[in-house]
Each structure stands twice: as structure tokens, then as C-alpha cells.
């Protein structure tokens, strides 16, 4: 037999869901609404389909093809505009020449339909009606019906003072091509409120047929929420694809569940899904294909489609989330909320009830959201961070996000320019540089792929090769489930603001440069850049004396790129290295424990082996820790103060570059040994550009980055090292006595949150409340005080302002910092 699926509607009421995907295409328990109905009308013989299809329409198409998959043949008939139920099926009655089958592609239901048809044939009929019992007849059109079961008349969407009977039309008929008759072409015309009536005016018959079975009409959030408990309490006979994990529990291919995640049936988990320890997912939850769910985030009555991250300790209760929607941590969607396709929704945000987001919108990190977003979007991010593009790998940073940014980066520099690219020892790393060498090549550019080696050997290889830029692609210091992209100019820096800029304009207007066939860009793979790298170290030292005086040192080069470096610069230098982590890795150790924690592991090591020092690199080749031969970790303020007394003492007349951040005695250090202190931002970004004017001799953050400008202008952990030898080769104490000799630093933080549009008034009321011979304007607010000083500094990332101060001890500067943070509270008032 044939069958007609009415699949046009644009289902209206189920938006933000249906924006931009046809209704019938609406996932149920990971599939397609329109497959349940093919399913069920191949199961009930019906070989032959036609689908009516208008809006979007070539989603079911694509979806569907020729039925051929599905064990039917299946035709397409197109309304150029709406036609009405009736008009769309008379658009199709070229195919419709024997009795056929009329039902709407956006129900679920078991109805025997075979049984249906059989009873249309005993009454003889031009038309018969599946009719259905429900508690509330008010959405839905009623059907009068006589002893006989012939239909007496129809009301639609009655009143309740009109409800007569509480039997319903389900929109499943059986028809005689007759019926055309009674349809005219080209118009809108519908079968309940037109042709019947009309039919039944001219003596016709039309049959009323109570269907047993289950139907649902999924026309609202609450109604698909609903259909999706049925199925899963077992009310309605549809398959539900997976493997039984348990009674009521269904586990897609592929799928990962941790032993300490608690899954409470019924639920369904699509394929290739991640379930994290701690997570909660409660009864009737359903997740679509490829959806990660962090540790201790609770879901309970809700919906996720396909491609959705729910981060660690989201909750969500009674909502429905769209397809690669990223839901940050600590996020909260609280009953009836609905969300888009491919939103973001940040950290501590709340979306209270009953709201709905429409696809691609934003909601900020600690936002609470009590009306529905459907145009604007909400202070969306900003491409750029601090380290370039961040984000969750393959989540965030996917292949295709890589292609596209590599792509606007090639697009702003010159065609036929060249581009050094290099990785870390991830695995995310390395399938994402492979997409960013894409999409360089195919915007004509060339590549000189280092592969696997730190930051800093890309930034050199960048600056002492023909390159033109640099990208490097490693997973972030301190979340081993997050990229970073990271840019370098033609000097090995980071890229400017005007460049990112330009980057963000080219990527938004996707307005990329498509190379011709003959122009894309060639790969090529430079075979001595470590050498280089190493050789010019060596020559930034005063190797003989470092031979002379050979040192033994521990290093953690935590399993990342510096291991392939740092063997041959030591030796060349004569030190006798014990090695901790000295190979590569692909895992996830990479960014597993900070440098302080590294530090306190290698300390008993650094004692027992009686070495002069100990030494962490980061994973990334930048960022470096000191442990004393007594085995004392230096932090990154003591650190600084070391270098800065050891450079100024050994180099006369030195130029240090520091932030406005860090402690006075670094100035005061300097001062005593005839150096002077330039200031600068906080940001690596302004440490980098007055390093590179050519006069500073050493510039260093209290964060752990430290930079020698007369070897590169950018902060290396290696260099670090071998300067920090060859500083101490000049000396005749111990590293643990000169670190006694350092003076305790007390800096005290504390954060005010801040709306983004009262950041400008609380620095302009800041600066108006100081005298301005105890100003500092380099970057925020800095007042001098008799006894320290403090900085009021904007974030530029997150509506936070920051407050540090130093003092002499830690409970002044802890009072002083509080007290300008209620200042700040008092002003956002």
C-alpha cells in the first residue's frame, strides 16, 4: 500500500528546537521522529511512501534518500508555499491512484494501522478517521460519531463549553482517491475544517475508527519531554537503539561509563558518549550521539542532542539542550528551559524556568538569565585570550574550528608567505595541527612544520628563519581537556591586537582567500631547527666557564617538548643532569600538576642526590621552578627576586623590565646594584614588547615566565636555566644561601565582581579620590604607599575587577586589599 507523511510544518511551538531543522526531524530517543513513522508504516506493510516536505526540506531528503535504507520506497512532493493538510497531500495525487494512508510525520504512535485499513475496506468508505480517547480534548479537534461509527461532525478546537465528546482526531486517515474531488488544486485547504465537512454535505461516508494504541501529538516542549518518558516507561512500542547496561538502561556503541557515575533508570545514553566519575544522570534522562558528561553534574528529566558538553557539576532538570551546545561548569538549567543548537552557556550561569535560548546565543559566566533569548547575543566571547584561542579540544577547537581560524590567519598575511607550525606531545595537538597546516596551505600559504618542539623553539625558529608567522598548537598548562592556538609575528612573538583584529573580522565575514589549485601551499620540514636553537644557546653563555665549573642538576622536563632539547645544551655546558619525566608523552600528564606541586615531588630527590639545584620546566618549554640544594621550593616571587639580584649584580648598568604587579623589591634590588626598572603591563604580551627594544637585559614576570632578551625576547625555560648556571658560575655560594638572603614578599589579592559597564566609572572614582603624585598609569590604577602599594586592575576577559597589594607583613596587605575591594563594591552599588 501507499502512504502519505504530511512532514511541512515548521513546528512553531517547539522553538528554539525547530529553528533550524524540520519538526519531523525532531531526535526521539536518538532518532528522527519521521523515522518512528517509517518504521511503523513499513512494519504495517505500506511499501510506497510520499512525503510531503516545505520547510527545510532538504534535511529529509538528504536524511531519507530513496526509503531504500529504511525498507520502503520513498518520493518527495514540495509546497512552494502552505497548502493546508489537505492541498499538500493534493499536491502529491499524482502518485496517489489506489487506496492510501494519510498521517503527519511529527507523532508517535503504535496505532494498529493495519487493522485501520482493514476496517476502512468493511465500511466501504471515501474516507475513514483514527479517532482517540484523551483526558483533555481542548488542543485538538473532536469527532461526533453515531452507534454506527459513521461521523456525524467535527469540531474544531473546541471550548469547554463545546465538548461534547472526548474523542479526538489523530490526523491518520485512510482515503479513496475520490477525496481529490473534494480538494481543490493550488488551494489551502485542510482535511477536518474543509474537506470532510464538505464531503459529508455532498452524502458521503467517512468512518470513525477508535484505535487502540498509543498516540502522542509532540507539538510542545512539555509533549516531547513527555513522549520520551513513555517511551522509556515502556507505553508505546518503539525501538530504542543500544546495548541493555540494565533494566531500563540503554548504552549506545562506542559509549564510556565510569564505575563511580550513578545511572538511575530508565535512561537512555547514545553512542560514543562519555559518562565521567561522580556524574548523576537521574531517571528519564536521554542523551543523544557523542555528548560528554563531566564529573558531579546531575541530569535529571532532560534532553541532550547530539555533540552537547555538560561540564563538571552542571544540573539540569526538566530540560531540553540542542545539538553541540556547551553547557560550562557549575551551570544550572532549571525546569522547562529549552536551548538551541550550538549555544554556550558559561560557567555559574543560570537559566531560570521556562526560558528559552535560540540557537548560536551566548550567556556569560555568572549570569541569570530570567527572559528568553531569541535575537540578541548576549555579550558574545571574544575569539582571543591571553595565550590566543582557547577552548575544550574537539568540543571548542574542533578540526573545522582549526581549518577556519588557520584559514583567516593565511587570508591576513601575503599569498605565498611561509608559516612555521609546531605541536606538543598530545594527541589533540597533533590532529589539530594537521588541520591548521590545512587550512594555511589552501589560502596559499607555506608551512615549515618543526613538529613536535616547546614554544620557545618556535618563536626562535620563527625569528631565524624565512618565515613570515608562526602558529603552535599544545594543550593549556592547567587543563589537560583544553587547546590552545597560539600566533607569532614575523619576530616570533605574540601577534598584536590590530592582527587578532583582523583575524576576527575575516573569520566572522568568513571571507578567506581561496588559493587556485596551483597556488595552495606547499609543506616543507626544516631538519636542524633544534641544533640551531641549541647552538645559539650555547653561544648566549660562557660555556668554557661553565665546563669549568660543572654543576649537578635535577630536571623535570614533565613529559613534554624540552626533553628533546635540554640533553645536548647540558652537555655541551658539562652539567651532570639526573632527568625526571624525560620523555614525551601523548597523555594527559602533560598538564596534570602545577610547577609548585612538581617542585615539592623533586625536592627529597634534589637532597638525597646532592645536587647544587633543581629545576622544572613546564610542559610548553616557558615556565620555570627553582628548588634550592636544600631542597626549598622557591616561589615565582622568590624567583624573581633571585634572578633580579644575581643579573644586576653580575651585569652593570643593567635594564630590567617587570610588571606594575610585581613586589618593590624587585626596584629596591636593582636600585642597590646601579640597574634601573622599566614598568610594564601585566600581560606576557607588553613584557614581550619592551623586551624586544634592544636595551633590556632581563625581564620577568612573578608568574613564572622569564626573559632574556639578548637570546629571545620571549619567555624560555631552557634559557632560564642555562643563564641561571652561568650566573652561578660567577659565584661561590650556594643557591640556598643566596635565597636566604632574599626578603619576604606579602601580596594579598582579592577580586570584586563588576558589571562590564561600571568598569570605567570605578577607575575614573578611583584615580579622582588619589592624589596624582602617588599615581601609576600603566596598566589599572597603582597608588604608592608608605609601606607598599596597590593595584586596581580591570580583567580584561570576565566582569571581575582584581585588587593586589603589598605591604610589610601578610595580614596589612590582606586588610588593604579588602579595603579597596569595599571600595569597589561600594562604587558598583
Same mark, same amino acid.
Given at each position: 500500500?501507499?502512504?502519505?507523511?504530511?512532514?511541512?510544518?515548521?513546528?512553531?511551538?517547539?522553538?528554539?528546537?525547530?529553528?533550524?531543522?524540520?519538526?519531523?526531524?525532531?531526535?526521539?530517543?536518538?532518532?528522527?521522529?519521521?523515522?518512528?513513522?517509517?518504521?511503523?508504516?513499513?512494519?504495517?506493510?505500506?511499501?510506497?511512501?510520499?512525503?510531503?516536505?516545505?520547510?527545510?526540506?532538504?534535511?529529509?531528503?538528504?536524511?531519507?534518500?530513496?526509503?531504500?535504507?529504511?525498507?520502503?520506497?520513498?518520493?518527495?512532493?514540495?509546497?512552494?508555499?502552505?497548502?493546508?493538510?489537505?492541498?499538500?497531500?493534493?499536491?502529491?495525487?499524482?502518485?496517489?491512484?489506489?487506496?492510501?494512508?494519510?498521517?503527519?510525520?511529527?507523532?508517535?504512535?503504535?496505532?494498529?494501522?493495519?487493522?485501520?485499513?482493514?476496517?476502512?475496506?468493511?465500511?466501504?468508505?471515501?474516507?475513514?478517521?483514527?479517532?482517540?480517547?484523551?483526558?483533555?480534548?481542548?488542543?485538538?479537534?473532536?469527532?461526533?460519531?453515531?452507534?454506527?461509527?459513521?461521523?456525524?461532525?467535527?469540531?474544531?478546537?473546541?471550548?469547554?463549553?463545546?465538548?461534547?465528546?472526548?474523542?479526538?482526531?489523530?490526523?491518520?486517515?485512510?482515503?479513496?482517491?475520490?477525496?481529490?474531488?473534494?480538494?481543490?488544486?493550488?488551494?489551502?485547504?485542510?482535511?477536518?475544517?474543509?474537506?470532510?465537512?464538505?464531503?459529508?454535505?455532498?452524502?458521503?461516508?467517512?468512518?470513525?475508527?477508535?484505535?487502540?494504541?498509543?498516540?502522542?501529538?509532540?507539538?510542545?516542549?512539555?509533549?516531547?519531554?513527555?513522549?520520551?518518558?513513555?517511551?522509556?516507561?515502556?507505553?508505546?512500542?518503539?525501538?530504542?537503539?543500544?546495548?541493555?547496561?540494565?533494566?531500563?538502561?540503554?548504552?549506545?556503541?562506542?559509549?564510556?561509563?565510569?564505575?563511580?557515575?550513578?545511572?538511575?533508570?530508565?535512561?537512555?545514553?547514545?553512542?560514543?558518549?562519555?559518562?565521567?566519575?561522580?556524574?548523576?544522570?537521574?531517571?528519564?534522562?536521554?542523551?543523544?550521539?557523542?555528548?560528554?558528561?563531566?564529573?558531579?553534574?546531575?541530569?535529571?528529566?532532560?534532553?541532550?542532542?547530539?555533540?552537547?558538553?555538560?561540564?563538571?557539576?552542571?544540573?539540569?532538570? *526538566?530540560? #531540553? %539542550?540542542?545539538? @553541540?551546545? =556547551?553547557?560550562?561548569?557549575? +551551570? &544550572?538549567?532549571?525546569?522547562?528551559? /529549552?536551548? !538551541?543548537?550550538?549555544?554556550?552557556?558559561?560557567?555559574?550561569?543560570?537559566?531560570?524556568?521556562?526560558?528559552?535560548?535560540?540557537?548560536?546565543?551566548?550567556?556569560?559566566?555568572?549570569?541569570?538569565?530570567?527572559?528568553?533569548?531569541?535575537?540578541?547575543?548576549?555579550?558574545?566571547?571574544?575569539?582571543?585570550?591571553?595565550?590566543?584561542?582557547?577552548?575544550?579540544?574537539?568540543?571548542?577547537?574542533?578540526?573545522?574550528?582549526?581549518?577556519?581560524?588557520?584559514?583567516?590567519?593565511?587570508?591576513?598575511?601575503?599569498? *605565498?608567505? #611561509? %608559516?612555521?607550525? @609546531?605541536? =606538543?606531545?598530545?594527541?589533540? +595537538? &597533533?590532529?589539530?595541527?594537521?588541520? /591548521?597546516? !590545512?587550512?594555511?596551505?589552501?589560502?596559499?600559504?607555506?608551512?615549515?612544520?618543526?613538529?613536535?618542539?616547546?614554544?620557545?623553539?618556535?618563536?626562535?625558529?620563527?625569528?631565524?628563519?624565512?618565515?613570515?608567522?608562526?602558529?603552535?598548537?599544545?594543550?593549556?598548562?592547567?587543563?589537560?581537556?583544553?587547546?590552545?592556538?597560539?600566533?607569532?609575528?614575523?619576530?616570533?612573538?605574540?601577534?598584536?591586537?590590530?592582527?587578532?583584529?583582523?583575524?576576527?573580522?575575516?573569520?566572522?565575514?568568513?571571507?578567506?582567500?581561496?588559493?587556485?589549485?596551483?597556488?595552495?601551499? =606547499?609543506?616543507?620540514?626544516?631538519? &636542524?631547527?633544534?641544533?640551531?636553537?641549541?647552538?645559539?644557546?650555547?653561544?648566549?653563555?660562557?660555556?668554557?666557564?661553565?665546563?669549568?665549573?660543572?654543576?649537578?642538576?635535577?630536571?623535570?622536563?614533565?613529559?613534554?617538548?624540552?626533553?628533546?632539547?635540554?640533553?645536548?645544551?647540558?652537555?655541551?655546558?658539562?652539567?651532570?643532569?639526573?632527568?625526571?619525566?624525560?620523555?614525551?608523552?601523548?597523555?594527559?600528564?602533560?598538564?596534570?600538576?602545577?610547577?609548585?606541586?612538581?617542585?615539592?615531588?623533586?625536592?627529597?630527590?634534589?637532597?638525597?642526590?646532592?645536587?647544587?639545584?633543581?629545576?622544572?620546566?613546564?610542559?610548553?618549554?616557558?615556565?620555570?621552578?627553582?628548588?634550592?640544594?636544600?631542597?626549598?621550593?622557591?616561589?615565582?616571587?622568590?624567583?624573581?627576586?633571585?634572578?633580579?639580584?644575581?643579573?644586576?649584580?653580575?651585569?652593570?648598568?643593567?635594564?630590567?623590565?617587570?610588571?606594575?604587579?610585581?613586589?618593590?623589591?624587585?626596584?629596591?634590588?636593582?636600585?642597590?646594584?646601579?640597574?634601573?626598572?622599566?614598568?610594564?603591563?601585566?600581560?606576557?604580551?607588553?613584557?614581550?614588547?619592551?623586551?624586544?627594544?634592544?636595551?633590556?637585559?632581563?625581564?620577568?614576570?612573578?608568574?613564572?615566565?622569564?626573559?632574556?632578551?639578548?637570546?629571545?625576547?620571549?619567555?624560555?625555560?631552557?634559557?632560564?636555566?642555562?643563564?641561571?648556571?652561568?650566573?652561578?658560575?660567577?659565584?661561590?655560594?650556594?643557591?640556598?644561601?643566596?635565597?636566604?638572603?632574599?626578603?619576604?614578599?606579602?601580596?594579598?589579592?582579592?577580586?570584586?565582581?563588576?558589571?562590564?559597564?561600571?568598569?570605567?566609572?570605578?577607575?575614573?572614582?578611583?584615580?579622582?579620590?588619589?592624589?596624582?603624585?602617588?599615581?601609576?598609569?600603566?596598566?589599572?590604577?597603582?597608588?604608592?604607599?608608605?609601606?607598599?602599594?596597590?593595584?586596581?586592575?580591570?580583567?580584561?576577559?570576565?566582569?571581575?575587577?582584581?585588587?593586589?597589594?603589598?605591604?610589610?607583613?601578610?595580614?596589612?596587605?590582606?586588610?588593604?586589599?579588602?579595603?579597596?575591594?569595599?571600595?569597589?563594591?561600594?562604587?558598583?552599588?
Amino acid at each position: 500500500m501507499k502512504a502519505v507523511i504530511l512532514a511541512g510544518g515548521e513546528g512553531t511551538r517547539l522553538r528554539p528546537l525547530t529553528s533550524n531543522q524540520p519538526k519531523p526531524m525532531m531526535p526521539l530517543v536518538n532518532r528522527p521522529m519521521l523515522e518512528h513513522i517509517v518504521a511503523l508504516l513499513a512494519q504495517h506493510g505500506f511499501d510506497e511512501i510520499v512525503v510531503t516536505v516545505a520547510f527545510l526540506g532538504n534535511q529529509i531528503r538528504d536524511f531519507f534518500g530513496d526509503g531504500s535504507d529504511f525498507g520502503v520506497r520513498m518520493r518527495y512532493a514540495t509546497e512552494e508555499r502552505p497548502l493546508g493538510t489537505a492541498g499538500s497531500v493534493r499536491n502529491a495525487a499524482d502518485e496517489l491512484d489506489e487506496t492510501f494512508l494519510v498521517i503527519s510525520g511529527d507523532v508517535l504512535t503504535d496505532i494498529d494501522l493495519t487493522a485501520f485499513v482493514e476496517a476502512h475496506r468493511a465500511r466501504a468508505a471515501t474516507a475513514s478517521i483514527a479517532l482517540k480517547r484523551v483526558e483533555n480534548p481542548l488542543d485538538f479537534g473532536i469527532v461526533i460519531t453515531r452507534p454506527d461509527g459513521s461521523i456525524e461532525r467535527f469540531l474544531e478546537k473546541p471550548t469547554w463549553g463545546e465538548v461534547f465528546s472526548d474523542t479526538i482526531n489523530t490526523g491518520i486517515y485512510v482515503l479513496e482517491p475520490e477525496i481529490f474531488e473534494h480538494i481543490p488544486e493550488g488551494e489551502v485547504v485542510d482535511f477536518s475544517g474543509d474537506v470532510f465537512p464538505a464531503l459529508l454535505a455532498d452524502g458521503g461516508t467517512i468512518h470513525g475508527h477508535v484505535a487502540e494504541g498509543y498516540w502522542e501529538d509532540v507539538g510542545t516542549t512539555e509533549a516531547y519531554l513527555r513522549a520520551h518518558a513513555d517511551v522509556l516507561d515502556g507505553r508505546v512500542d518503539v525501538e530504542i537503539r543500544g546495548f541493555s547496561l540494565a533494566e531500563g538502561v540503554w548504552l549506545g556503541e562506542g559509549s564510556e561509563v565510569h564505575p563511580d557515575a550513578q545511572v538511575e533508570a530508565p535512561v537512555v545514553i547514545g553512542p560514543n558518549c562519555r559518562i565521567e566519575a561522580g556524574a548523576k544522570l537521574r531517571a528519564y534522562t536521554v542523551l543523544g550521539t557523542d555528548v560528554v558528561v563531566r564529573a558531579d553534574a546531575m541530569l535529571e528529566r532532560s534532553v541532550c542532542h547530539d555533540h552537547v558538553f555538560v561540564g563538571r557539576s552542571v544540573h539540569l532538570r *526538566g530540560a #531540553v %539542550v540542542g545539538r @553541540s551546545t =556547551d553547557l560550562r561548569p557549575h +551551570a &544550572r538549567l532549571e525546569e522547562g528551559v /529549552v536551548v !538551541g543548537d550550538e549555544c554556550f552557556v558559561g560557567e555559574n550561569a543560570v537559566v531560570n524556568p521556562g526560558v528559552r535560548i535560540y540557537p548560536f546565543k551566548t550567556v556569560e559566566a555568572d549570569a541569570v538569565v530570567n527572559a528568553s533569548i531569541v535575537w540578541e547575543s548576549r555579550a558574545a566571547r571574544t575569539l582571543f585570550g591571553p595565550r590566543g584561542i582557547r577552548g575544550l579540544a574537539n568540543v571548542d577547537v574542533t578540526p573545522e574550528v582549526a581549518v577556519r581560524v588557520a584559514a583567516a590567519f593565511g587570508t591576513a598575511l601575503a599569498k *605565498g608567505s #611561509v %608559516v612555521t607550525v @609546531s605541536r =606538543d606531545t598530545s594527541r589533540a +595537538a &597533533r590532529a589539530l595541527k594537521r588541520a /591548521v597546516i !590545512g587550512g594555511l596551505n589552501l589560502a596559499g600559504i607555506n608551512v615549515e612544520d618543526i613538529e613536535l618542539a616547546t614554544v620557545p623553539v618556535t618563536r626562535f625558529q620563527v625569528r631565524n628563519s624565512r618565515a613570515d608567522a608562526g602558529v603552535t598548537v599544545r594543550l593549556a598548562p592547567d587543563d589537560s581537556d583544553s587547546v590552545e592556538l597560539r600566533f607569532f609575528d614575523a619576530d616570533g612573538l605574540d601577534i598584536d591586537a590590530s592582527m587578532q583584529r583582523k583575524i576576527e573580522r575575516l573569520l566572522n565575514r568568513e571571507d578567506f582567500r581561496r588559493a587556485f589549485a596551483g597556488d595552495i601551499g =606547499d609543506i616543507v620540514f626544516p631538519p &636542524r631547527s633544534i641544533e640551531f636553537y641549541t647552538a645559539a644557546l650555547e653561544r648566549s653563555v660562557d660555556a668554557q666557564r661553565l665546563r669549568e665549573r660543572a654543576r649537578k642538576v635535577v630536571i623535570d622536563y614533565c613529559h613534554g617538548a624540552a626533553s628533546v632539547v635540554m640533553p645536548s645544551v647540558l652537555a655541551k655546558l658539562g652539567a651532570e643532569v639526573l632527568a625526571v619525566n624525560p620523555f614525551a608523552s601523548t597523555g594527559p600528564s602533560l598538564a596534570m600538576a602545577d610547577p609548585q606541586t612538581r617542585g615539592e615531588a623533586m625536592a627529597p630527590l634534589v637532597r638525597a642526590s646532592g645536587s647544587d639545584l633543581g629545576f622544572v620546566i613546564g610542559p610548553h618549554g616557558e615556565q620555570a621552578t627553582i628548588v634550592d640544594d636544600e631542597g626549598a621550593v622557591l616561589g615565582p616571587d622568590q624567583t624573581l627576586l633571585l634572578l633580579v639580584h644575581l643579573v644586576t649584580l653580575h651585569h652593570a648598568g643593567a635594564r630590567i623590565a617587570l610588571p606594575v604587579s610585581t613586589t618593590a623589591h624587585a626596584a629596591r634590588i636593582a636600585r642597590d646594584h646601579g640597574a634601573e626598572v622599566v614598568w610594564t603591563p601585566t600581560g606576557e604580551a607588553g613584557l614581550q614588547e619592551v623586551a624586544a627594544q634592544g636595551d633590556i637585559t632581563f625581564a620577568a614576570s612573578a608568574d613564572g615566565a622569564y626573559i632574556w632578551p639578548d637570546f629571545l625576547p620571549a619567555s624560555d625555560a631552557s634559557a632560564t636555566l642555562a643563564k641561571l648556571l652561568d650566573l652561578l658560575a660567577g659565584s661561590d655560594r650556594p643557591l640556598s644561601a643566596l635565597v636566604r638572603d632574599l626578603p619576604a614578599v606579602h601580596i594579598a589579592r582579592e577580586s570584586v565582581p563588576t558589571p562590564w559597564e561600571r568598569k570605567g566609572a570605578v577607575m575614573r572614582e578611583l584615580v579622582e579620590r588619589v592624589p596624582p603624585d602617588s599615581l601609576e598609569l600603566v596598566d589599572g590604577v597603582k597608588i604608592r604607599r608608605d609601606d607598599g602599594w596597590v593595584l586596581v586592575l580591570p580583567d580584561p576577559e570576565d566582569a571581575v575587577t582584581h585588587v593586589l597589594a603589598e605591604a610589610g607583613s601578610a595580614a596589612a596587605a590582606r586588610q588593604v586589599a579588602q579595603e579597596y575591594a569595599r571600595r569597589i563594591r561600594q562604587s558598583v552599588r
